[in-house]
């Protein structure tokens, strides 16, 4: 755990604004995964996945990191690499394979059009899934260099438009209940 706490802190000595978002996509995961039936041991490498899924940032150059503007192909392609460097970094810290896996397809899109392995629907980890609707969430309803903050609703109904495509479905559901509780989620995106 202390090496996977020394990831976390490198990771805020590099970018202190992706540290902040990665404390706050491992709170709401960690609540998404508890209403979607996650418990012990897959809640935590859950939890540990989120605080740790921009780890491999580390690794991309600060021009590329903190770009105002869109990203060339080239600078694309780079960023994507964090997944899979992440990943990396995390499988070498012993126990911690299941964390890794979460951490490498936490980009992965329901569709199979994320990265870094294209995969689809079920075959990407639960754990992995709701990293990624949280991971959107949380940079929709916040400012970037290149876009100021949506509102909140406006991010659930980006959410619910990519349910059965980007994200789960049920994940989405789940998100969304946890955003605005279970009676008021319909009613107040409505």
């Not at 970018?15 to 990665?22: L, M, V």
């Not at 490498?45 to 991309?60: M, N, P, Q, S, T």
């Not at 992440?86 to 012993?94: D, H, I, Q, T």
């Not at 969430?137 to 349910?163: C, I, Q, W």
Request: charged share 30%; with cysteine.
């Amino acid at each position: 755990m202390t090496r996977l706490l020394a990831l976390s802190d490198a990771l805020a000595r590099k970018d202190a604004e992706t540290a902040i978002h990665s404390r706050k996509v491992a709170d709401l995961a960690e609540r998404v995964g508890q209403r979607l039936g996650m418990f012990g041991q897959q809640l935590r490498a859950l939890r540990w996945a989120a605080l740790l899924h921009d780890v491999g940032k580390i690794e991309i150059r600060d021009e590329v990191l903190h770009k105002p503007g869109a990203l060339t192909d080239d600078e694309y392609e780079e960023m994507k690499a964090h997944a899979a460097g992440g990943a990396e970094m995390v499988r070498r810290v012993p126990f911690f394979g299941k964390v890794s896996s979460l951490v490498r397809w936490s980009h992965e899109r329901w569709d199979g059009g994320g990265y870094p392995d294209g995969l689809s629907g079920d075959e990407i980890p639960l754990g992995a899934r709701v990293i990624f609707a949280c991971d959107a969430f949380d940079a929709m309803v916040s400012d970037r260099p290149y876009r100021r903050a949506m509102t909140v609703r406006a991010a659930v109904l980006e959410l619910r438009g990519g349910a059965g495509t980007q994200f789960d479905p049920n994940v989405v559901d789940a998100l969304v209940a946890e955003v605005f509780g279970p009676a008021q989620a319909d009613a107040r995106i409505a």
